[in-house]
């Protein structure tokens, strides 16, 4: 829904991070974007899910 579309700095706000941080690591990161014109959004959902990804990643790596 367009309330879960959020803007680069949305999306860095709901992350915690900065955007400056963010515009230099999502691509690498993998976080899910979509092009909307000329510039990206992303879903707050579909960042959810990433955050749940990064975290059971890092408890498998852990448990190593």
Do not use: H, T
């Not at 092009?35 to 408890?59: F, H, I, M, S, T």
Request: glycine share 4%; hydrophobic share 35%; charged share 30%.
């Amino acid at each position: 829904s367009p309330s879960d579309r959020l803007s680069p700095k949305e999306a860095a706000q709901y992350l915690g991070r900065s955007l400056p941080w963010f515009r230099r690591n999502w691509r690498a990161l993998g976080i899910p974007a979509y092009p909307l014109g000329p510039r990206y959004v992303y879903n707050r959902r579909e960042l959810d899910a990433w955050l749940e990804n990064q975290k059971q990643a890092a408890k498998r790596k852990l448990s190593r």
